[in-house]
Structure formats: C-alpha cells, structure tokens
C-alpha cells in the first residue's frame, strides 16, 4: 500500500515538473525505496498520482531495468557482464555466487537475502570485475572474496 | 603538462567543498562571465577553443551553443540537459570528474546555462553513480547557499535552477533525444530529427545536451582563453582529455592528457604496457561503440582515429590480448547492444538479436560458412542512415572491424567446430 509520505514525496516530485508524467520515474524510485519493488496495486496508485494510465507506467517501469516489478531480497547483487569484465573472467564471480547462494542470475535465495542479477557495464572498468550490492560498488573481484563481501549483508 | 579538468582530484580523498574549490580558483569563471561578458560573448569563445563533445559524437560544442534561439523572442523556459548517463561499456570517465570535482561541473553548468540563457537545468545521472548524484546535488545545494545557482545570481537577475535527476537504468538514455523523452516520463526511445533540441527539445522548448567532461573544460577556457586551450592540445584540437584504458594491461585507469596523445603512449607508459603473458592484438579506442584497431602509433584524436579506421569516441580504450577470443569479445558487446536496444527501429532489434544468435552459433562450435555473409550483411544493414539512432550503427562498428581484422578467427572457429580459446 502506498503511504502518505509516498504520496506526499510524489506529489512534491509532481509539482516541480511542468507535466505531472515528467515525475513518474521519481515516483516508481520513490515506491521502491520503500517497498523494495513496485507493485500492481502500488503501481496503480503511482499511475493516478502522475496521470498516466496504469499500462502506460507499467510501459514505462518495465522499460527500466532498475525498476522492480516483482519481489526481490534484501539485497540485491548486480555483477557487471560487460566487455572489460568478461575479459577479467567475471564468469567465475557468477558461478561462485550461484552456488554459495543456491541460485541463478534472476532469482532470489531461500531466506530472502540475496537477489543476484545481471548488470550492464557499471563504469568500474579499471577495477574489473566488479559488481554492486545495494549500491555499494565492489571491484577487483576474486571468487575467493565473495564470502567476505556478502558477510557484510546480513 | 597542466591537467586542468583533474587539477583539483586527489583519489581516494573527498572531493573540494566550495570553499575548498574557491580558493583553488573556482567559480572565478563563473564570476567573470556573469558580471563582464555577454552571453554570446562566452558562446564564441567556446567556438573559438575548437571544442568538441567528448561523449562520443564529437559535434563543434560552440556551434552548437550558437543553434539555441537567443534574445527576447526566444522560447522559454530553455533547458540545459548535463548528460551524465555514462553507460558505454569501457568508460568511466564522466565518473572520475563527477566524484572527483563536482563544484567544477557545477560551475561549468552555470557558465554554459548563461551562455544560452538556460533557466532550468537537468543533470542526468546513471542509477549506479548514486555517490555522483550525491556529490552533485550538495555541490548544488552550497552554490545556490553563496548566492552562484538559484535566483538572482550573483546579483545579476539570472535565474538557474540545477536539478539532479538519477535514471532507473538504460543505455538508450544516454542518446540526447532519448534523455529528453526520459526526463519527459517517456520510455527512453530517440526521437526524428528534425527538429534538433536546441529547437525543440524538452517539453518542446530550446534544449541543450552536453556531455560531462565536455562541460568541464568550460570554466577553463573563460579563465584561460580559446588559445590556451588549443595548445593545450598536441595536434591543434583543443583542450585535454580523461583517456582510459581496460583489459589486460598492468595498470588499467583514466588519465587526464593533451587531446592527440599518442595510443601507444596511453598503453605503453600510462597503463604500464600488457600484463605478463600477455601480447598486444587491437583495441576499441572510445568504448565498445567503436572500430577495432591494430595500430599503436595514432594520435588519438577526431581528425587521427578515421585514418585507420575508427574513431576518438569516449577516448577510453578496451585491449583485446592474444589469449582471448576476438568472437566472443564481439559476442559479449553485442549481447549489451540487442539488451539495451530500446525496440524503436525493426533493423536495431530485430537485426542485433540476429547478430547475438549468429555469433553465438559460431562461438559455440555450430556456426556455418555462410553465418559470415549474414554477419557482414548485418553490418551494411545497420550502417547509419537505417534507424533514428546511432546505437545499431554503432554496434556494428566492433562487429564490421572484427570481420575484416579477424576473419580467420570465425573462419577458425566454424572448420574446427569450436573456440579454439576454449
């Protein structure tokens, strides 16, 4: 359920733009933030809030991928895959994450912790490979120092 | 040598507050343009220094300046659009001037809005440069606190409110017409040109979009001077550079350099040369939308790059070595370029899917003599001119030069029914 601050954050967003659509994104992060992930119900409302129709955002929220239309864990983990990570084997780093997490690219672990995902080049290149968790940015990368990191995660 | 875009960074210490950046010399560009000279007066001295956008395209920035309607007719609000959506595999540069120096981008902001009389302006940051975001929106905020942003600056009765906008995440946003339709609360698809956004760009008004590092040479030339900045430059260009460097070479980085600098210099004594083990084979030399290349002894500018082929780009070079394989190094780029594409034109996402499951076929050892024709098909079909923006056409740049460079490779790789890499 959207709360009033999410509202009144959206409304604010809403009232600095000279169409209430320009604040849609603003107002899905805003959901987000609070909830984790964006859902139908919370979407519905959102899409009153910016006067767009709900298939008109969900177009939109679906286009993003750092818009979540289902659940995730409390922790989200997005590793690089691009081009400068690849070359650095950032192969290894995924299947050691996949089978210290029980999981694949996609999905979310048992407990709920962790939900590991793809990501497009994160502008670490020089510290490659590198991945995020929670938007903190992790570099240089070995499958040995995984279980370090997500240790900071609980 | 003076580096001035990175004069004031120091890694791995925070960056300059505003009475840090004041007393290295900031905001005294600011300060000069908005009480001594007329807004065109800023525009032609940009036009003079020879810059040019440093995202990727590498348009005349001062000329583009000059395409905003100006005086009193002119629409309003007019928009100033900071592109800081950096998101071309191989760069991090934008990110460096951002975390590094925000007050600088700040000020730049500030001179380039009252050079087009821009009273509203939007940087664009990419959702994983939260801590950019971050920096920037307090830069704003202390700025606006001195009275250099906000209303009524400096005394003068011009008006910029500087807005941080962080995106939910797409390459496409980084294309100018595609960040418009973003910050709009459209999907981020490009849109027909014309008419260019200094025409009609945001909400329909006068717009202009620059690039990060772009901007940040602009405090400078005020300061300095259009001819400073030229001899800046080795080859006559103008201005410095953020070049970078990835793959395997002993120190990968980004370094601030006289646009021109030579490759070989970036690799050899820059990022201290390949890694042990490792040899040489060709480089993308402005991240992954751009030609491959063998040649080291180029000048890595606008007006170099095309004689062997490619082009400057975002000056941030991807080495490919001699223990990795040229098929799956295209592979994984246009995995990026069919995921990012935004759907818009048929050529771009029906032709780059093809391209993935073609590469793919051949990568794993399933691929037929005549997946090369298809390949090379592609390549013409995706070439400029066939789709609104310039992703397709730059996805077949890697893909076009690997063809022509490594054709044994994938020839290799379809007789043997395998990557010999592997």
């Known amino acids: 359920m959207i709360t009033e601050d999410d509202r009144r954050e959206i409304e604010a967003a809403a009232a600095r733009v000279p169409v209430r659509r320009a604040a849609a994104v603003e107002a899905l992060q ?49 590793f690089c895959d691009s081009i400068c990570c690849w070359i650095q084997g950032y192969e290894k780093i995924v299947d050691g994450l996949c089978s210290r997490l029980g999981i694949r690219p996609g999905e979310t672990d048992r407990e709920g912790r962790f939900t590991l995902l793809p990501s497009p080049c994160l502008g670490a290149c020089d510290h490659a490979p590198a991945m995020m968790v929670d938007g ?19 | 040598m003076e580096r001035p875009l990175t004069q004031n960074i120091r890694p791995g210490e925070e960056p300059l507050d505003l009475k840090g950046y004041e007393a290295a010399g900031g905001y005294r560009a600011a300060r000069k343009a908005l009480l001594s000279m007329a807004p065109q007066d800023v525009t032609a001295l940009v036009k003079a220094s020879g810059l040019r956008g440093r995202g990727g395209a590498g348009f005349p ?44 981008l700040v000020e730049a902001l500030i001179l380039t809005a009252y050079a087009v009389q821009a009273e509203v302006c939007y940087v664009f940051v990419r959702w994983a440069y939260a801590k950019s975001a971050r920096l920037l929106e307090k830069a704003v905020a202390e700025a606006v606190e001195a009275g250099l ?93 953020i070049y970078g460097m990835s793959g395997r070479v002993k120190r990968p980085g980004a370094w601030e350099l006289p646009l021109g600098t030579r490759v070989r210099e970036i690799l050899e004594v820059h990022a201290g040369g390949m890694k042990e083990g490792y040899a040489f084979r060709a480089l993308l030399p402005g991240g992954a939308s751009t030609d491959f290349q063998v040649e080291l002894d180029v000048d890595l500018d606008f007006t170099h790059e095309p004689l062997v082929g490619s082009r400057l780009g975002t000056g941030t070079s991807i080495v490919l070595d001699d223990r990795t394989c040229p098929v799956g190094f295209v592979l994984n780029i246009e995995r990026f370029m069919a995921r990012e594409s935004c759907g818009w034109c048929t050529p771009c996402w029906s032709g780059l899917a093809w391209i993935v499951k073609t590469l793919e076929a051949i990568e794993q050892g399933q691929g037929r003599p005549e997946d090369l024709e298809i ?48």
């Open chain 1, 30 to 78: 805003v959901i987000q933030k609070r909830n984790g992930w964006v859902s139908d119900e919370d979407l519905r409302a959102a899409a009153g809030l910016v006067g767009m129709t709900v298939t008109e955002l969900d177009g939109l929220a679906s286009f993003y991928s750092m818009i979540f239309r289902k659940p995730v864990g409390r922790h989200v983990i997005l």
């Open chain 1, 136 to 154: 903190d940015l992790h570099g240089d990368l070995t499958p040995e120092g995984i279980e370090a990191i997500l240790e900071r995660y609980k």
């Open chain 2, 61 to 104: 920035t001062g000329q583009k300046w000059e395409f905003l309607p100006m005086g009193p007719d002119a629409p309003r609000p007019k928009y100033l659009c900071c592109n800081a959506d950096e998101m071309e595999p191989g760069t991090f540069k934008d990110r460096l001037l951002m975390e590094g120096d925000p007050h600088q």
């Open chain 2, 149 to 241: 942003a906000g209303r009524n600056i400096l005394g003068t009765g011009f008006n910029l409110d500087i807005r941080v906008h962080s995106s939910a995440g797409r390459y496409m946003c980084g294309e100018e017409t595609g960040l418009l339709n973003a910050l709009e609360g459209r999907r981020a698809s490009p849109r027909a040109k014309p008419p260019f956004p200094p025409v009609s760009g945001l909400f329909g008004k006068p717009t202009l979009v620059d690039n990060v590092e772009t901007l940040c040479s602009v405090p400078h030339i005020v300061n300095n001077g259009a001819d400073w900045f030229r001899r800046l430059s080795l080859t006559g260009e103008g201005g410095t550079k």
């Open chain 2, 375 to 422: 390949l090379d098909r592609h390549v013409r079909d995706l070439a400029p001119g066939h789709t609104f923006c310039a992703l397709a056409p730059g996805a077949v740049e890697p893909l076009g030069s690997a063809l022509r460079l490594f054709r044994e490779d994938f020839e290799r790789h379809i007789k043997e029914g395998r990557c010999p890499w592997k």
